[in-house]
């Protein structure tokens, strides 16, 4: 299987001929090649792009509209070619992939293809001077959207649907790790109708395609979601080039129990936050405080149903937990429950490695919960991405409020309690751009999206994504 770029509504091999393996992580196989995209393939889709946006820019707001509608559509009616490939890409259950990945690409398009023709600027009348200021919001020109792996065609259109609504070209690029959906995508834009050079998808390593995206100096705007570490790196290549960023990067999210939540509700919202997608989720509450009252309560009731979980190959329909994405991935997360004991931590359930009857080489870990007696370590402080949770108890509201905060990300936090004070009281404190409360990844696509401190910077969804891929300009008229 060899997956090309998709440059001006074609697809075409790499120029330099590079290649890279792309794996099947249930069996930890080889099943295909993708372009390792050089400047030279960035250069052919920026010129793509370019060519591409005067007249995409100038395109009716009804008719981008039925475009991206068509593509919401044309990815809806493939849903389960789609999951399958996406299963298959990145390990994660096909029932995951069919439930949530696969249709959420799809209300991605529909959502912002409704949106633009709601979209609308300010006007500030100048009192007393006879001046009217109005804003423009006009498209940017070329973009650049670079994704991750662990939700790879739901993060990707996150980004494309509302930089093409917004009138602007894509150069954009999905992880080397999990291409397979994005390189589909590129045939249903073509079925879909939309014009040529719109969106151009370079496929490629981070260091070679994604660097030559974030450097090319007629790409205006960059918006991104990863690591912490490639976050920071890409800010300061692209700042001083005074390129508009959106950076949306990792998460140590904390899951804070209060005694009088809804239990049942909580358990099972629990295991799922701390689980789903193998734990590969910015989101996932990943540090979990119960107060003390019900600790030991939790303990019993979180391991009895987390030990229910089936691991398993993703194709099956009983599979609660697929595999890792990558070897290199299990490798990362292994080394974190390596040290949970010098970390002053204790396994309560899992850190095993799993042999799955005829997938053996695939990369299955057992969920793993790690009982931890203090924020600081390690485990509690560093993104390990996998299906691994710490668990705490905690006395009062300003010991779990400080523990919660202290940490170097903020990108989310779930709260369990029936207290509408306390719900209002830690929702201004959390340091954090998401506040759960009494449930998790609940998503309403009009919300601001985002994270605090190492978390990001800027925020995706609704309006803001609109603001993001548009460049204000304020228009002041005086009058007689
Ligand atoms: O992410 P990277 P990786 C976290 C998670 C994970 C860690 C590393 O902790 O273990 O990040 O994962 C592209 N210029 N998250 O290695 O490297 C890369 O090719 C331009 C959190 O997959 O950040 C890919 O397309 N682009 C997270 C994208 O950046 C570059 C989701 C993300 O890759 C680049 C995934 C460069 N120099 C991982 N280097 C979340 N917040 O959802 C890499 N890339």
Redesign the pocket.
């Known amino acids: 299987m060899t997956i090309k770029n998709y440059i001006n509504g074609e697809f075409i091999a790499p120029i330099k001929d590079n290649w890279i393996d792309n794996y099947n992580p249930s069996i930890g196989e080889v099943y295909g090649q993708i372009p390792n995209s050089t400047k030279e393939d960035v250069a052919k889709a920026y010129e793509a792009a370019e060519k591409a946006f005067p007249t995409w820019s100038n395109t009716t707001l009804a008719e981008r509209s039925r475009i991206l509608l068509n593509i919401a559509e044309k990815i809806s009616e493939k849903l389960d070619a789609l999951a399958n490939a996406e299963a298959k890409d990145n390990g994660k259950p096909l029932s995951l992939a069919k439930a949530i990945d696969i249709p959420r690409a799809s209300s991605n398009f529909e959502f912002f293809a409704n949106a633009i023709t709601q979209f609308s600027s300010e006007a500030h009348e100048t009192v007393g001077l006879n001046a009217m200021n109005f804003t423009l919001r006009q498209s940017i020109g070329v973009v650049g959207c670079?994704?991750?792996?662990?939700l790879p065609l739901y993060l990707f259109t996150w980004k494309i649907a509302p930089a093409i609504a917004a009138g602007n070209c894509v150069v954009a690029?999905?992880?080397?790790?999990t291409p397979m959906t994005a390189y589909l995508i590129g045939e249903i834009c073509n079925e879909a109708g939309l014009p040529k050079g719109v969106l151009n998808i370079v496929h490629g390593?981070?260091?070679t395609t994604?660097?030559a995206?974030?450097e090319h100096p007629k790409i205006k705007a960059i918006s991104?979601?990863?690591?912490t570490a490639?976050g920071a790196?890409?800010a300061r290549t692209a700042a001083p080039m005074f390129k508009k960023l959106s950076l949306?990067?990792?998460?140590k999210n904390p899951n804070i129990i209060f005694a009088d939540c809804d239990y049942d509700k909580m358990l099972v919202t629990t295991v799922r936050s701390s689980f789903a997608n193998q734990g590969q989720i910015?989101l996932c509450g990943s540090r979990i405080f119960v107060e003390e009252s019900i600790y030991e309560r939790f303990k019993k009731d979180f391991i009895k149903k987390v030990a229910e979980l089936k691991v398993g190959s993703p194709f099956e329909t009983d599979t609660n937990v697929g595999a890792l994405v990558s070897k290199a991935?299990l490798e990362?997360v292994k080394s974190y429950i390596a040290i949970a004991e010098e970390e002053g931590g204790k396994i309560v359930f899992g850190g095993e490695e799993i042999e799955v009857e005829n997938f053996e080489n695939g990369y299955y870990l057992q969920p793993t919960i790690i009982e931890v007696t203090s924020n600081q370590c390690k485990l509690n402080q560093e993104?390990i991405?996998g299906p691994v949770v710490t668990m705490m108890p905690f006395k009062t509201e300003a010991e779990v409020l400080e523990m919660a905060n202290d940490v170097r990300y903020g990108l989310s936090a779930t709260l369990w309690t029936q207290n509408l004070n306390r719900t209002m009281n830690f929702s201004k404190q959390l340091q954090v751009g998401i506040v759960w409360v009494n449930t998790w990844l609940l998503r309403d696509l009009r919300t601001p999206f985002g994270g605090m401190k190492a978390s990001g910077v800027g925020r995706e969804g609704g309006l803001e994504a609109l603001r993001f891929f548009t460049e204000p300009k304020n228009v002041c008229i005086q009058y007689n």
Not at 224 to 227: A, H, L, N, R, Y
């Open positions: 670079i994704s991750p792996w662990n690029k999905p992880s080397e790790v390593l981070g260091t994604g660097q995206i974030i991104f979601t990863g690591g490639t790196h890409i949306e990067l990792g998460g910015c991935h990362k993104e991405f």
